[in-house]
C-alpha cells in the first residue's frame, strides 16, 4: 500500500447493506450484489456461485405454473402456447441423496446460475430409492430426498426430467433369470424380456403414479414441473449391437429364436431367404448350415467398419443379413417402446417422453422418432479412455486438445448434435460436457450454449453436479467447483436461453430414403459440419415436398427420388433395395435427367464457382463423367469442366444441382453454396477455404486458422480459444490484449442495451482450472495421448501469476479494466459511478478507466474501506470481491 492515502474502516455487513440499499442502486445489479455477498471461489465455498449476477430475475415460479409440457411443430410448449427451451444440470446417484439443507441451498444457487431443469439420474438402484428387499420396494427416506428435491426446484421455478430404467441391477428376486448378470439396466435384454418389461412398467407405475410426493401433494404423473421422462438410458439393440453374439442364456437363445420367427415371417421357408440373400453376383449370405426350419439363421455382426462394394468374405458381414438384422431391430425396439409409450400413457403420464439409445446410427433415431416424444443424446468432448478391460480405473487417456483445433473432425459439438437431429421432433442434449483434465473446457461451455441456440435446440442439461458437501476437487464430469464449466453456466445459460444468439436463418435437410437408412455403414457424414451454419436435420419423407431452404440427398443409395426445388443430389452407392439385386445409375436420373454421360474416372476439372472459384483446378472422380455439350445443349451449366467432359449440373430453372456421385468434402462446398444461391445465405466454399466457418446469422465465427470462436450480438460477445496478443483483438466492439494462452472472455451487458450504449456491464474472464497433484504426462503409446495417472485434489488452481503486460479489455475502444494477471479467474460489474471485481489471484495490480473516489475489499463479514491516490493498485489475497465508487 504503499504511496496510498487510504482511510481503512471495518465495517459489518449489515450496516454496508442499509448504506447501499437507501442510496440510488437500490435496485440496481450491484446492490442485488452486495446483499447476498456471494462466494465464487472453490477453495472458499463447497458450492460456489456461476456469477456475481443473480439470473433468476423474471422467472415466474414455481414450475408447472403454465401447464404442462407438450410436443407442437417439432418444439416443446406449455400449455398456455408458451416455447419451452431449458438449460439444465444432472445431478446423479449418490449427489441426489444429500441432505436437505443442502437441496434448499442448491435449489437457490441454481436458479440464480440461471438453471431451469435439473435431470435426476441413476436412482433407480439398491444404493437409490429401491430398498434391496423386493417386498418394500422403496426405501422411503430416499425416496423422501428425491421428492424433497423436486419441492424445492419447483419452488424456484426449475423443473425437473426424470429417469425410469437407468441403474437397476434386476435380480433372481424379481422373477428374472440369471437377473444379477445381467448388469445395471439390462442392456439390451430390456427391450425383448417380457419379464423385464413387465418390470419395467411395475416400476413407473409405482414411481409415477402410485406414489404421491407429500411436499407437492401431487403424483409424478399428475405434476407439471416433470418436464420429461426418459424410458431407458443408453439402451437398445442398436447401442448394444456388440453384444449380441455374447447375450446371457436363456436369453440368447430366446434372441436368436425371436430372430429366426422374424426372419420366417418375412421369408417364409429357407429357400426364399437364401434367394433374397444371393447378390447380383451369385453370393449367398446363408450358408448351407442355417435353416430357418431348424431356427439355425445366424444373427449378424454389426459391424459399421464394413461398406460396399467390399467382396463379402465373412457371410455374418453380408450387407443383406447386415441390413435385415438392423430392420429386425427396428422392429423390436419399435414394439417395445410402442408398448411402453401406450403403457405410460394409460397411467396418465403427460409429460413428453423418449428413450436414449444410438444417437449415431440412423435406425435407431428414426425409430425413437417415430415412436416417443423427443430425440434425447449425449455430448461429451475428451471423454476419458482406459486401457483394454480396466474401465473407470487409472490411468486413463486424454486428448488435450482444444475443440476448435479439430476441423474435420465428425465429434464437434455442431457435428454432433446435427447428425442425431431427426425433422420435426425437439432435441434434448441430455448429458454433455468437456471433461477434466481437458485445459479447454471452458470454450466447450460457449461453444455447446452458442451452437444449441444458432440449431435451436430444445434443451441442454450439463453433466454433473456432485451436491455432496466434502467434494472439493474437479472430477471428469462433476462441474460444481470447476471454474471453466461452473464459473460459465450463467454465461452458457444467457447464451441458449436469453434469444440474443438467434436461431439460423436457413435450414438444411438430409434426406434419407428407408434402404438410406439401414444401409448399415458408418452415418458421421461430413455434410452434418454444416451445423456450424445452419440448422441440419434428417428427414425421412421422400414421397413429400421437403419443407427446407435445402434438401441434400444422403447419397447413401438409390432408393427413392426425392421431389420438390432446392436440391443437392447425388449417390454413391446403386443399389436400390436392401437386398443389393436392385441398382439405379443415379439420383439424378430418379430425379428424372436423362444425360448423356464419357467415361469414368479422376480427372482434372476446372470448376466455375461452385464448389471452387471459377477456375479453379482440382483432381476428382466422377463415375461416370457427364458430356458437356448434352448439359449445355439442355439448358443445364457444368459445374466443372475437364475437356469435353463435366462434373455436376445446375438446373437453375428448377434449382437443382446434380451429381452421379459426389466426394463428401466437395458435397459440403457445393451445399454451401447452395444455401448462398438460394437461400441468400451469407455463406460460401470461401469460407472452407479460408478454414473459417460463419454461422449465416452472422453472430458466429469458428476460425480454426486463428483456434478462436467468436460470438457477437448487440448485447453479449465472447472471445474463446487463443487469446494472448500484444495488441487488443476481439470481436469488434470487444477487444482484449492478454499475454494469458488460452481462455474464454465474455462481456454482458445487463439493462437490454448495446454493449457501447450499456450503463451495466459485467465481463468475465476464465482461462486454465486444476485440481492440486493433477498428475498427467504424454504417452504416444497410449488409447489417447496423454496419460492421467492422478485426478488430484483440493485445493483448486487457475494458474494465476502477475504479469508485466496487463490483461486489458476494451468495449467501443474504451478501456474498461486492467489486470496485471496471467491466467486466473475474474468477473467484474460495472453500474453507474460503481463497480464490483471478482479476483480469485491475490496481490494483482489493477488499473480501471479514472481513480476511484472509495474502495471496499469485501472479505467474509468484514470490509476494509480506503481511498486511492490513482487509478491504479494491488487488491491483497483473501479478498473474496472489491466495491470501487467514483
Known amino acids: 500500500m504503499t504511496g496510498w492515502y487510504f482511510i481503512v474502516r ?9 448504506l447501499l440499499t437507501t442510496a440510488s442502486f437500490a435496485n440496481s445489479e450491484l446492490a442485488s450484489v452486495l446483499e447476498r455477498a456471494p462466494v465464487m471461489n472453490p477453495n472458499l465455498s463447497a458450492f460456489p456461485e456461476s456469477s456475481l449476477v443473480d439470473r433468476s430475475a423474471g422467472r415466474k415460479p414455481p414450475a408447472g405454473a403454465l401447464g404442462f409440457l407438450s410436443v407442437k411443430h417439432g418444439k416443446f410448449f406449455f400449455a398456455d402456447g408458451t416455447r419451452a427451451r431449458f438449460f439444465g444440470i444432472n445431478l446423479a446417484k449418490d449427489a441426489v441423496f444429500t441432505d436437505k439443507a443442502t437441496i434448499d441451498r442448491l435449489a437457490g444457487l441454481f436458479a440464480r446460475a440461471g438453471i431451469n431443469l435439473v435431470r435426476i439420474h441413476h436412482i433407480d438402484d439398491t444404493q437409490g430409492i429401491l430398498d434391496p ?5 422403496f426405501r422411503p427416506e430416499r425416496l423422501d430426498l428425491v421428492d424433497y428435491w423436486v419441492a424445492k426446484l419447483k419452488e424456484r421455478g426449475i423443473y425437473v426430467c426424470l429417469d425410469l430404467n437407468d441403474y437397476r441391477t434386476f435380480r433372481t428376486a424379481d422373477g428374472v433369470v440369471n437377473g444379477e448378470k445381467l448388469g445395471r439396466g439390462a442392456k439390451p435384454y430390456a427391450v425383448f424380456d417380457q419379464r423385464l418389461i413387465e418390470l419395467q412398467e411395475e416400476y413407473a407405475r409405482r414411481f409415477l403414479v402410485d406414489h404421491v410426493n407429500p411436499y407437492t401433494k401431487l403424483s409424478y404423473a399428475d405434476d407439471p414441473a416433470i418436464a420429461m421422462l426418459e424410458i431407458y438410458d443408453e439402451n437398445g439393440l442398436f447401442i448394444r449391437r456388440g453384444d449380441w453374439p455374447n447375450l446371457h442364456e436363456p436369453y440368447k437363445s430366446a434372441f436368436q429364436q425371436q430372430w429366426n420367427a ?14 433374397a440373400w444371393t447378390d447380383r453376383q451369385g453370393y ?14 445366424q444373427l449378424p455382426r454389426m459391424d459399421l467398419g464394413y461398406d460396399l462394394p467390399q467382396p463379402v468374405t465373412n457371410p455374418l458381414l453380408a450387407p443383406q443379413r447386415v441390413s435385415d438384422g438392423a430392420l429386425f431391430a427396428a422392429d423390436i425396439q419399435r414394439d417395445y417402446l410402442t408398448a411402453m409409450m401406450r403403457s405410460l400413457r394409460e397411467m396418465g403420464v403427460k409429460a413428453p417422453i423418449t428413450a436414449v439409445g444410438a444417437q449415431d446410427l440412423l435406425p435407431d433415431l428414426a425409430t425413437t422418432a417415430e415412436t416417443t416424444d423427443y430425440i434425447g443424446i449425449n455430448y461429451y468432448f475428451d471423454h476419458p479412455v482406459w486401457e483394454p478391460g480396466k474401465d473407470w480405473t487409472m490411468p486413463s487417456f486424454f486428448s488435450l486438445r482444444s475443440p476448435l483445433q479439430e476441423s474435420g473432425s465428425s465429434f464437434t459439438f455442431p457435428a454432433v448434435v446435427s447428425l442425431a437431429r431427426m425433422h420435426n421432433k425437439p432435441l434434448v442434449v441430455r448429458e454433455w460436457g468437456y471433461c477434466y483434465p481437458n485445459p479447454h473446457r471452458g470454450v466447450g461451455m460457449v461453444e455447446a450454449a452458442a451452437y444449441g441456440a444458432l440449431l435451436d435446440l430444445d434443451a441442454l442439461i450439463l453433466f454433473t453436479y456432485d451436491a455432496r458437501p466434502s467434494v472439493r476437487a474437479i472430477g471428469y464430469f462433476d462441474v460444481h467447483v470447476d471454474p471453466l464449466r461452473w464459473g460459465l453456466v450463467a454465461q452458457a445459460s444467457r ?11 436457413c435450414e438444411l435437410g438430409i434426406g434419407y430414403s428407408l434402404v438410406d437408412i439401414f444401409t448399415w455403414h458408418n452415418y458421421a457424414l461430413p455434410l452434418y459440419h454444416l451445423g456450424y451454419v445452419t440448422r441440419v436435420a434428417n428427414y425421412t419423407r421422400p414421397d413429400t415436398r421437403h419443407p427446407f431452404d435445402l434438401l441434400v440427398s444422403s447419397g447413401r443409395s438409390c432408393g427413392s427420388a426425392w421431389q420438390g426445388e432446392r436440391l443437392l443430389l447425388f449417390a454413391n452407392r446403386a443399389h436400390t433395395d436392401l437386398l443389393y439385386q436392385g441398382a439405379a445409375e443415379g439420383q439424378d436420373v430418379l430425379a428424372g435427367y436423362q444425360l448423356a454421360t464419357g467415361r469414368g474416372g479422376a480427372f482434372d476439372f476446372t470448376f466455375r464457382g461452385i464448389g471452387y472459384d471459377a477456375g479453379g483446378v482440382k483432381t476428382y472422380q466422377a463415375w461416370p463423367a457427364y458430356t458437356t455439350a448434352d448439359l449445355e445443349a439442355r439448358g443445364l451449366q457444368p459445374i466443372a469442366t475437364s475437356d469435353s467432359l463435366a462434373m455436376g449440373f445446375i438446373d437453375r430453372a428448377k434449382k437443382v444441382i446434380g451429381f452421379r456421385n459426389l466426394h463428401p468434402d466437395l458435397a459440403q462446398r ?12 451469407p455463406v460460401s466454399h470461401n469460407d472452407l477455404d479460408a478454414n473459417c466457418w460463419r454461422a449465416d446469422t452472422g453472430q458466429i465465427v469458428r476460425d480454426f486458422g486463428k483456434d478462436q470462436l467468436r460470438i457477437v450480438t448487440p448485447t453479449v460477445q465472447v472471445i474463446a480459444g487463443k487469446l494472448e496478443s500484444e495488441q487488443p483483438m476481439g470481436t469488434g466492439e470487444v477487444k482484449v490484449a492478454t499475454t494469458t494462452p488460452i481462455g474464454v472472455l465474455v462481456a454482458e451487458s445487463l439493462d437490454g442495451k448495446p454493449l457501447t450504449r450499456s450503463g451495466a456491464l459485467l465481463v468475465k474472464m476464465t482461462t ?37 503486460q496487463p490483461t486489458r479489455v476494451e468495449i467501443d475502444g474504451k478501456m474498461l479494466i486492467e489486470l496485471n494477471l496471467q491466467n486466473g479467474s475474474w468477473e467484474y460489474l460495472v453500474e453507474g459511478n460503481r463497480a464490483l ?8 495490480a489493477v488499473t480501471f478507466p479514472r481513480t476511484p473516489a472509495l474502495v471496499r475489499w469485501h472479505s467474509g463479514a468484514e470490509v476494509v474501506e480506503f481511498t486511492p491516490e490513482s487509478a491504479s493498485f494491488t487488491i491483497p489475497a483473501g479478498v473474496h470481491f472489491t466495491e470501487v465508487r467514483w
Open 133 to 137: 428387499d423386493p417386498k418394500r420396494y
Open 670 to 681: 457445393v451445399a454451401l453454396d447452395a444455401l448462398k444461391l438460394w437461400a441468400k445465405a
Open 262 to 275: 422374424w426372419l420366417r415371417y418375412k421369408y417364409g421357408s429357407t429357400a426364399k431367404l437364401r434367394a
Open 768 to 804: 486454465r482450472a486444476r485440481n492440486d497433484r493433477t498428475k498427467i504426462f504424454p504417452d504416444p503409446g497410449g488409447p489417447k495421448p496423454h496419460k492421467l495417472v492422478a485426478l488430484g485434489t483440493a485445493p483448486i488452481s487457475t494458474e494465476g501469476k502477475p504479469a508485466e
Open 284 to 297: 449367398c449370405a446363408l450358408t448351407s448350415e442355417e435353416s430357418l426350419e431348424a431356427a439355425s439363421a
Open 837 to 844: 471485481l471478482y479476483l480469485d489471484t491475490g496481490d494483482t
Open 10 to 18: 471495518i465495517v459489518g455487513i449489515g450496516l454496508l447493506i442499509l
Open 495 to 505: 447464451l441458449f436461453l436469453s434469444g440474443e444468439v438467434q436461431p439460423s436463418k
